[in-house]
């Protein structure tokens, strides 16, 4: 496959809160003229602005959506809007300082959020003749919600490069107040049709409004499906992610000084990353990216001279463990002495799991149990706990908040990772629960207490990733 000349780079919303402090190294850097081109950035909403619009993702606190969706009366997202209103003028007040470029922001705000607010209460108003449910109106809802973060960060990354003398353009996916129906493809062909590259920087949103609705299939990870689907529809060069870290070996506040940064990896890794809860991107991103050929690369935002991690289909050249990861868990053991030669009851869990939107992270059964270790809250687990007791009267349920750390590499053949984890969190006095690994040979899982997490992490770092050899002669000479 040919591919052109151009990059297509994301910057995720922590970073995006500190734009100002990117134009000078990441957008600008010593690049001169052409050099500052061939450049197009897909930007995620300034750093808590989408959960004020939605939810808290951590916490699951209301934001705009929960509280429309459950509104008694109009006063409680009435309010949120108003405090989107206020973190939005807040967030590109620490950015700009030009007067022009703080109106201008301020009117995008105003136009953005009254837009939404009226037409919040004229669907209010169309569903209270009873002919229309509010609840089949509620996913273009959370869609619209979504699109004004990206947009509003966008535009005035917008405003701030071209203030530095960048020939930037806003580029709006949102589909704000546009009646045509696109698909995603049709959308992003539509929106840089016109635009050359080699000239201007294209600033994108994104959030896509799309026939598709990106919402509804990836929710909060729709901004790294814009970004794949953009670099894959254009034949980027390359595709880059620019976090606020390096993708390491583990997080340095657990494992000290000899963390390592990866350096490159596959697209193997970044799954089981994902499924670990530690996202270097949406499965469904890499997905798209890895069928149209385009490498991935990882970086640190404010590190920009360092290449950072390259992810793309290689197979390591000899086995290594590269990254020690955790997450906090539920297990979920359903114990039925029935089951023996029994159909159905794996399939009747998972369909529980499902409609309660709980993601599994791993499992084993044997003759008389199925053990489930699912990421969810505890509302969410008691809900699956009561709704399957109801299918399986005589069976044992019990829910344990547990912890499963996992050892991540393209190849563990032959490093008895699974036997030298295992010493290890003996040696630190750690209960080992359970173990998982599979004839892939791509990671290893230990159940542990949750409260042992942490210490987890950095034994098993410790004993399955080696000290480089530069960090290890800075030990010795500190000694």
Partial sequence: MTHAQHTVEKIGGTSMSRVNE???????????????????????????????????????????????????????????????????????????????????????????????????????????????????????????????????????????????????????????????????????????????????????TGYAQ??????????????????????????????????????????????????????????????????????????????????????????????????????DDQKADTPAAEIVCGLPVYALELFEQDMVGVKGYDAATLEVLKRHKVRIVSKTSNANTITHYVDASLKAMRRVERDLAEIYPSAELSVQSLAIASIIGRDLRGLKVLTRGLDALETAGIDVLAVHQTTRSVDVQFVVPRDALDATVGALHDAVVPVEKETENEVKAAA
């Fill in 210 to 311: 799309c026939t598709e609705g990106l919402m509804k299939e990836y929710d909060r990870g729709y901004s790294e499906v814009t970004f794949s689907r953009i670099a894959a529809q254009t034949k980027a060069r390359e595709a880059i992610i620019h976090k606020e870290f390096h993708l390491s070996s583990a997080d340095p506040n657990l494992v000290g000084g000899h963390v390592r940064k990866l350096g490159h990896t596959n697209y193997d890794v970044a799954d089981q990353l994902s499924n670990m809860g530690m996202e270097a991107i949406h499965p469904k991103a890499a997905k798209t990216l890895r069928q149209a050929e385009v490498p991935l690369r990882v970086t640190n935002a404010f590190e920009p001279e360092d290449p950072g991690t390259l992810i």
């Fill in 22 to 204: 990117l134009v000078d190294s990441l957008f600008i850097g010593g690049r001169e003229g052409a050099d500052l081109y061939e450049r197009i950035f897909v930007v995620s909403a300034f750093g808590g602005i989408t959960n004020l619009l939605l939810e808290h993702k951590k916490t699951g606190e209301p934001g705009v959506y929960a509280l429309f969706s459950n509104a008694e009366n109009d006063h409680g997202w009435m309010d949120a809007l108003n405090r989107v209103t206020e973190a939005m003028n807040a967030a590109h007040r620490e950015i700009l300082t030009h007067p022009a470029d703080l109106s201008d922001a301020d009117d995008f705000v105003r136009d953005r959020i009254e837009g939404a607010r009226n037409c919040l209460i004229d669907l209010q108003r169309l569903c209270s003749y009873g002919h229309f449910r509010l609840s089949e109106h509620m996913a273009l809802i959370r869609e619209l919600l979504s699109g004004l973060g990206e947009s509003h960060s966008a535009f005035v990354t917008t405003l701030l490069l071209r203030r530095h003398s960048v020939d930037a353009r806003f580029v709006d996916l949102s589909g704000w107040r546009d009646e045509r129906e696109l698909t995603l493809e049709e959308r992003i062909a539509t929106a840089l049709d016109g635009v050359d590259t080699s000239k201007e920087m294209p600033i994108v």
